[in-house]
């Protein structure tokens, strides 16, 4: 059988950090989409975050199913729908609307898969902070490396299309 190794040390981070990420609790554990929130406007490129809105926020999957996946979150640590008040989740559908142009523009997707994971048995990474995801695809974008290698390829670095999408913020509006 062939070695199924692929050499990804942009992981590490991801790998080192799993653990105390996926709790996602305010017990003392650290939520990602919280400390990028409160980390303030100066280090919005670093932690991939587009967009801060009145009650939502848009940050950039670091470890995305494909380019231009995006993350779109309360600015409350909220765990599950049933805490989120319309406010909240009206903005979340306009970014969700918003966002799927920008990724037009810049992406030129031929689809996009977009949901909500709650609770970790529905595959939530990050439990404790409710989010909807928007992932771009492509015809063909499940081929030989995500079936058989169980691999993704993403094409472009996180940093270059984050200034690709902010530009394109700006274009649409």
Same mark, same amino acid.
């Given at each position: 059988?062939?070695?199924?190794?692929?050499?990804?040390?942009?992981?590490?981070? %991801?790998?080192?950090?799993?653990?105390?990420?996926?709790?996602?609790?305010?017990?003392?554990?650290?939520?990602?989409? &919280?400390? %990028?929130?409160?980390?303030?406007?100066?280090?919005?490129?670093? *932690?991939?975050?587009?967009?801060?809105?009145?009650?939502?926020?848009?940050?950039? *999957?670091?470890?995305? %199913?494909?380019?231009?996946?995006?993350?779109?979150?309360?600015?409350?640590?909220? =765990?599950?729908?049933?805490?989120?008040?319309?406010?909240?989740?009206?903005?979340?559908?306009?970014?969700?609307?918003?966002? /799927?142009?920008?990724?037009?523009?810049?992406?030129?997707?031929?689809?996009? *898969?977009?949901?909500?994971?709650? =609770?970790? &048995?529905?595959?939530?990474?990050?439990?404790?902070?409710?989010? /909807?995801?928007?992932?771009?695809?492509?015809?063909?974008?499940? *081929?030989?490396?995500?079936?058989?290698?169980?691999?993704?390829?993403?094409?472009?670095?996180?940093?270059?299309? %984050?200034?690709?999408?902010? /530009?394109?913020?700006?274009?649409?509006?």
């Amino acid at each position: 059988m062939a070695n199924k190794n692929i050499w990804a040390p942009w992981r590490i981070s %991801y790998l080192k950090g799993l653990e105390k990420e996926v709790s996602g609790g305010h017990d003392g554990e650290s939520c990602f989409l &919280c400390d %990028y929130w409160h980390a303030g406007e100066s280090n919005d490129r670093k *932690n991939l975050l587009l967009h801060r809105g009145k009650r939502a926020m848009v940050v950039m *999957n670091g470890y995305p %199913y494909s380019a231009g996946h995006l993350l779109i979150a309360p600015v409350e640590h909220l =765990g599950d729908l049933s805490l989120v008040d319309d406010e909240i989740m009206a903005e979340i559908t306009s970014l969700t609307r918003y966002y /799927q142009a920008v990724l037009r523009e810049v992406l030129n997707p031929h689809g996009f *898969n977009i949901g909500i994971n709650l =609770g970790r &048995c529905a595959g939530a990474g990050l439990p404790g902070h409710m989010h /909807q995801h928007i992932v771009p695809r492509w015809n063909g974008d499940t *081929n030989f490396m995500s079936t058989v290698g169980d691999t993704r390829t993403i094409s472009q670095s996180l940093t270059e299309l %984050y200034d690709e999408l902010k /530009q394109a913020q700006s274009r649409i509006g």
